[in-house]
């Protein structure tokens, strides 16, 4: 392509070296070549265009077909300048949440990596929980292995953010011990915003439905878990009494028609 329409094309250069290339070529140019040259030019800012929204590039996370507008980012730090967010928390009975489809296990977290989810432009601000199993309560896990949870909020560090309803999730730190309560994500669990769609089983196989009803941590302070969500057991103290409440209220829950 010539000097003078690469310069066109972008745009980005003084005017007297673009008047000094046109008259350095004076011959007349056949049409046919002018056509071509004008479609390359269309395709180089077309491409330009394109290239704007990937100069952060493609993302950390390898995200398949049902991801679409989306990208995610492993974050070293947070945004500064506090980022919030609200959602409706639906009342439930401590019945209603062990018959939610969730597998339930003891463990330690063992890293917490905080992600920016690009959708289109519009940013989410998220992490990942990685916990070892080291007993299991229900569902189709294995002492030993490591499950990944994503949570509605970053988590550790000089967090300058506050996204609502999740008290006990941004409480949690690595070597924590708790009991785990999230639930699987499968083909058809997505988040959708600003014309962007992720598949959550892209970045994690599970999930909290909530921050502050599916966790029971053992911290240095004692026992903490949202006592207001689970009606049952307001004086229990540590995750024996937690173990001793789930395995009754998983056999109630299995008797109910």
């Given at each position: 392509m010539k000097t003078d329409l690469l310069v066109d094309a972008i745009g980005d250069a003084r005017e007297e070296y673009v008047l000094d290339a046109g008259t350095t070529h004076p011959k007349k140019k056949p049409a046919w070549l002018k056509l071509t040259a004008a479609a390359a030019c269309l395709a180089l800012l077309a491409g330009a265009v394109s290239l704007s929204g990937l100069l952060r590039g493609p993302g950390d996370y390898m995200l398949s077909e049902r991801s679409e507008n989306v990208r995610v980012y492993r974050l070293k730090d947070l945004p500064k300048g506090g980022v919030s967010a609200s959602y409706n928390l639906m009342k439930l009975t401590d019945e209603d949440i062990f018959s939610s489809d969730t597998v339930i296990f003891r463990g330690t977290v063992t890293d917490i990596e905080n992600i920016e989810v690009d959708m289109n432009g519009e940013s989410f601000y998220w992490s990942i929980v990685s916990?070892?199993?080291?007993?299991?309560?229900?569902?189709?896990?294995?002492?030993?292995?490591?499950?990944?949870?994503?949570?509605?909020?970053?988590?550790?560090?000089?967090?300058?953010?506050?996204?609502?309803?999740?008290?006990?999730?941004?409480?949690?730190?690595?070597?924590?011990?708790?009991?785990?309560?999230?639930?699987?994500?499968?083909?058809?669990?997505?988040?959708?915003?600003?014309?962007?769609?992720?598949?959550?089983?892209?970045?994690?196989?599970?999930?909290?439905?909530?921050?502050?009803?599916?966790?029971?941590?053992?911290?240095?302070?004692?026992?903490?878990?949202?006592?207001?969500?689970?009606?049952?057991?307001p004086g229990a103290h540590t995750l024996e009494d937690i173990e001793t409440y789930i395995r009754a209220m998983l056999e109630k829950t299995a008797t109910r028609p």
């Amino acid at each position: 392509m010539k000097t003078d329409l690469l310069v066109d094309a972008i745009g980005d250069a003084r005017e007297e070296y673009v008047l000094d290339a046109g008259t350095t070529h004076p011959k007349k140019k056949p049409a046919w070549l002018k056509l071509t040259a004008a479609a390359a030019c269309l395709a180089l800012l077309a491409g330009a265009v394109s290239l704007s929204g990937l100069l952060r590039g493609p993302g950390d996370y390898m995200l398949s077909e049902r991801s679409e507008n989306v990208r995610v980012y492993r974050l070293k730090d947070l945004p500064k300048g506090g980022v919030s967010a609200s959602y409706n928390l639906m009342k439930l009975t401590d019945e209603d949440i062990f018959s939610s489809d969730t597998v339930i296990f003891r463990g330690t977290v063992t890293d917490i990596e905080n992600i920016e989810v690009d959708m289109n432009g519009e940013s989410f601000y998220w992490s990942i929980v990685s916990v070892e199993v080291s007993k299991v309560l229900r569902g189709g896990l294995t002492v030993g292995q490591t499950v990944r949870i994503r949570a509605d909020t970053p988590i550790g560090g000089d967090v300058d953010m506050w996204v609502e309803d999740n008290g006990i999730v941004s409480m949690l730190r690595v070597g924590m011990e708790g009991i785990f309560m999230p639930a699987p994500y499968d083909a058809d669990s997505l988040f959708g915003a600003n014309g962007a769609w992720l598949c959550l089983g892209d970045i994690a196989p599970y999930g909290f439905r909530d921050g502050v009803r599916w966790v029971f941590l053992r911290t240095e302070t004692g026992l903490v878990f949202e006592r207001d969500a689970t009606y049952s057991i307001p004086g229990a103290h540590t995750l024996e009494d937690i173990e001793t409440y789930i395995r009754a209220m998983l056999e109630k829950t299995a008797t109910r028609p």
